[in-house]
């Protein structure tokens, strides 16, 4: 039996293409694929050539929930392999995001940030030093 690989994670997002704007521009992905989806959404698949995150605007969103790791279900976070955590924080910093929750453990270093959905991502580095 071959391993599974993981393709995409979906998503609902506020605004979908101002979301993969943001991914684009901090992580240097690109759009595979926009368009309308399922009942009068909209999504935009941002990502590499092999992976991506879709990102779905629903016709009526629903307010976000009270985030909670307990709750079952609950997305905690997306996290994004880089080269250079350095330079990846200095463009999370430049577009007014916050980063937080600094770790310099084994086997790499990380630092988290929230977008403006309320999403938080991981970025991790496993480069040496």
């Known amino acids: 039996m071959t391993a599974g690989l993981l393709e995409h994670v979906n998503f609902t ?3 979908p293409p101002e979301t993969a704007a943001m991914l684009c ?3 240097g992905w690109h759009i595979r694929w926009s368009g309308p989806s399922a009942n009068g959404g ?3 698949h941002v990502g590499t050539a092999d992976q991506y995150l879709a990102l779905y ?3 009526a969103p629903e ?5 909670s790791a307990a709750r079952q279900a609950n997305l905690n976070h997306v996290a994004i392999v ?3 955590l350095d330079a990846i924080e200095a463009r999370v910093l430049a577009a007014g995001y916050q980063s937080e929750n600094h770790g310099d453990y084994e086997p790499g270093r990380r630092f988290y940030f929230y977008d403006g959905n309320g999403i938080e991502f991981e970025v991790v580095s496993y480069a040496p030093r």
């Open 13 to 15: 997002v506020a605004n």
């Open 25 to 27: 521009d901090l992580f």
């Open 42 to 44: 909209h999504t935009v």
């Open 57 to 59: 605007g629903a016709r």
């Open 63 to 67: 307010p976000p929930a009270e985030r």
């Open 82 to 84: 880089v080269d250079d």
